[in-house]
């Protein structure tokens, strides 16, 4: 068993020297850490330049056109948007003057023809009025004609009758009969 302990043993030291070996030989084939390494500054400045320089015309030729165009898009779109808004709002605008204006003149036509119907009331009341009156008062007159002649009748009749009784009361109080020139003058008398 020894024989095995002392194998695996020298194994090892093998194996750890070959890993040191290993370790010195990368360190001086590379000379340390690769981008301090100052021989391959020239390498790195090259592909720095390579890279930045693809980087630099993929930035100028095709993103920031893109982007700039997409600015210009959206910033013409947004004028048009504002523009567009600006027209129908002065639009809306003028539609809502046009109504006002028609409302009014709606509400003004309406007001004149209520003057004028009123009016036209007004007068045909007043026409009615004047040939109601007109016909009361002929009506009026006519009655108080009547009543007049018929007054004058009934005068007449009674005073008739008067003279009828005063003649009757004379021939009664005389038993005489009285003259027409009696009667007469009493008739006077009587009105």
Excluded: C
């Amino acid at each position: 068993m020894s024989e095995v302990v002392q194998n695996a043993a020298h194994e090892a030291e093998a194996v750890a020297h070959g890993a040191q070996a290993a370790g010195h030989g990368a360190e001086g084939a590379s000379g340390g850490f690769p981008p301090f390494d100052a021989t391959l500054f020239p390498h790195q400045l090259f592909w720095f330049a390579v890279s930045f320089g693809a980087l630099y015309l993929l930035l100028t030729f095709v993103i920031l056109p893109k982007i700039a165009k997409t600015l210009e898009t959206r910033k013409n779109q947004i004028e048009s948007d504002l523009k567009l808004a600006a027209e129908e709002t002065q639009k809306a605008e003028a539609a809502k003057a046009a109504a006002q204006k028609a409302h009014d003149e709606a509400r003004n036509g309406a007001r004149s023809k209520l003057d004028a119907m009123r009016k036209k009331v007004d007068d045909d009341a007043a026409k009615a009025q004047a040939k109601a009156l007109a016909e009361a008062e002929e009506g009026i007159k006519a009655s108080e004609n009547a009543i007049n002649a018929k007054k004058s009748d009934a005068i007449a009749v009674i005073s008739e009758e008067v003279m009828d009784i005063a003649s009757d009361i004379f021939e009664s109080l005389t038993g005489k009969k009285p003259t027409a020139a009696i009667v007469k003058a009493a008739s006077k008398g009587a009105n």
